[in-house]
């Protein structure tokens, strides 16, 4: 039994008992759910995992559920399931980060492949993520100060030039590049670029 967990969503029970029962023969842990609305009111996005997830539902369709998991902030990988897909809706879903689109009846095999791609593409989104998060605690370590002499290190100022800039002695900006590289964890300019590249003022990537 893995840690990854997989989230079912569908409103014919029948077919969400038959996949339940599947996934956990196959060893993953799985939670089920009949109702869109209950699924986004308890849904946990830091527990790793996919959703498998019917487009065609009464009450809050697919391509809904997955924009309102887009919009909480949640990356998460996403299995459709359909009877009458469309392709609009195809193009639509998969253009959100969809990971596959399937039609019922369900191909056992075909699905138990999209999973381990879902199950690759959460390992690796929570890895990097995992990095942003390593990289804003240094950042959180840093003066105003040292901040302001980051950004202009990584544009590729001269210490000279930065003090220039910030209407500071060159030699104050030296032991400001220094602590900045000590905390970032650093020793020259390319690791500081490659360690900061895409992380804006934010702390967004």
Not at 22 to 27: D, E, I, K
Not at 97 to 123: C, M, N, W, Y
Not at 185 to 191: H, R, Y
Request: hydrophobic share 40%; with cysteine; proline share 3%.
């Amino acid at each position: 039994m893995t840690d990854f967990t997989i989230f079912l969503v569908d409103d014919d029970q029948a077919v969400l008992q038959g996949l339940d029962r599947l996934l956990q023969a196959a060893g993953y842990r799985t939670k089920a759910y009949s109702s869109a609305k209950i699924f986004l009111h308890e849904h946990d996005g830091s527990i790793p995992g996919c959703v498998v997830l019917d487009l065609a539902m009464p009450e809050f369709n697919g391509l809904g559920v997955q924009d309102a998991l887009v919009r909480q902030g949640i990356n998460r990988p996403i299995i459709f399931l359909t009877g009458q897909a469309t392709i609009p809706e195809s193009v639509q879903a998969m253009k959100a980060g969809a990971v596959d689109f399937q039609t019922k009846p369900i191909d056992h095999s075909e699905l138990l492949r999209a999973i381990k791609q879902a199950q690759e593409q959460d390992k690796a989104y929570r890895h990097k993520e995992a990095q942003r998060q390593a990289i804003l605690q240094k950042l959180a370590k840093l003066t105003p100060r040292e901040k302001e002499v980051l950004d202009y290190v990584v544009r590729g100022l001269l210490n000279k030039q930065i003090g220039g800039a910030l209407g500071v002695h060159e030699k104050t900006i030296k032991v400001h590049r220094a602590r900045v590289f000590e905390k970032m964890g650093v020793k020259n300019v390319a690791e500081l670029v490659r360690l900061t590249v895409g992380i804006d003022g934010d702390g967004q990537r």
